[in-house]
């Protein structure tokens, strides 16, 4: 059993700041990519960040310069940290983890998801 939690999310006003958290957690062996997808209402969800066990990140264009990945290995937990914020990346932000199990099966989890919502 292996569950993703998500943290951090809320209302903040355009320009404003937030950090998300995810920490995994149950039976697991080893995490390889980590990372933060979003899905706007009425939209696709979207790849937002992702960050490799040896700390190679990727970011989806429209958050470059603005958001910034990072991961705790020993923790098994992932942090966004997302400045300068706008309106449209007003969305559900889901939590993503590509793990292999302790009984070595190889899995793609999510979490349940946070609101962030950009509005004055």
């Known amino acids: 059993q292996v569950q993703l939690v998500e943290s951090g999310g809320g209302l903040v006003q355009p320009g404003g700041s937030l950090r998300l958290s995810c920490a995994a957690s149950?039976?697991?062996?080893?995490?390889?990519?980590m990372g933060w997808y979003r899905q706007a209402p009425g939209k696709q969800r979207e790849l937002v960040a992702t960050?490799?066990?040896?700390?190679?990140?990727n970011y989806v264009d429209s958050v470059k310069g603005r958001f910034t990945i990072s991961r705790d290995n020993a923790r098994n937990t992932v942090y966004l940290q997302m400045n300068s914020l706008k309106p449209e990346d007003t969305a559900v932000y889901y939590c993503?983890?590509?793990?292999?199990?302790?009984?070595?099966?190889?899995?793609?989890?999510w979490g349940q998801g946070t609101q962030v919502t950009v509005s004055s």
């Open positions: 993503n983890a590509d793990l292999t199990t302790n009984w070595g099966t190889r899995h793609n989890y």
């Open positions: 149950g039976s697991i062996f080893s995490i390889y990519v």
């Open positions: 960050i490799t066990s040896g700390g190679s990140t």
